[in-house]
């Protein structure tokens, strides 16, 4: 008896509970304005978007966005890396490391290049800034392939399994270049460049 009971409710009120949601679509869909700034519009029906929806006319890729997105991050910071965006880009690209790795270590060791040793174009700290590069491109250059061979391609990763080999005394400090790093790596993975 009881579940007779039920199914004769169920069958009662999902045609009633069906029938006011259809109705109330109704009225939203007479009292909701109307955009005429669509580009371009095709009416389809959809069971959650009702009326016109918008068509997106290209494609868009991530890779479109890294040279802005390095670009507005060296300007926000007024970094002297700013003209070598492209260089900076191309390294990366041609050893497969992680423009975000570059941009986050610079930022973490000389701030994007304002407190790197005069003339020696290091804002790595490499050899504890001891290494003298002869120009933006041959540092830019010479840091991708450091980070590719000797960290990347011998399965360190990421910052915190970089930073032993990398900033041996951050390890013994509870870690703060790694943190450092995935800080600023975060910034530009989730557009915080304005």
């Not at 290209?58 to 991050?73: Q, S, W």
């Not at 304002?114 to 933006?136: M, Q």
């Not at 399965?155 to 600023?184: D, H, R």
Request: charged share 20%; hydrophobic share 40%.
């Amino acid at each position: 008896m009881k579940k007779i009971l039920l199914v004769l409710t169920f069958f009662i009120i999902t045609p009633l509970n069906v029938g006011v949601s259809f109705f109330t679509l109704q009225e939203i869909q007479k009292n909701k304005p109307v955009f005429n700034s669509v580009i371009h519009t095709s009416s389809q029906l959809f069971a959650s978007v009702p009326g016109p929806v918008g068509e997106v006319l290209g494609t868009f890729t991530t890779e479109d966005a890294r040279p802005v997105i390095i670009e507005k991050y060296l300007k926000k910071h007024k970094s002297p890396l700013l003209p070598y965006t492209r260089q900076l880009l191309e390294a990366s690209e041609r050893y497969n490391v992680d423009y975000r790795l570059i941009v986050a270590i610079a930022q973490c060791e000389s701030n994007l290049c304002k407190k790197a040793p005069a003339g020696s174009y290091n804002c790595w700290g490499f050899e504890n800034g001891e290494t003298r590069f002869l120009s933006w491109e041959q540092a830019l250059n010479q840091v991708a392939k450091t980070l590719r061979e000797r960290y990347l391609n011998q399965g360190l990763v990421t910052p915190e399994q970089i930073m032993p080999k990398y900033a041996p005394p951050s390890v013994e400090k509870g870690g703060p270049w790694a943190k450092c790093v995935n800080q600023f790596i975060d910034e530009l993975e989730y557009g915080k460049v304005d």
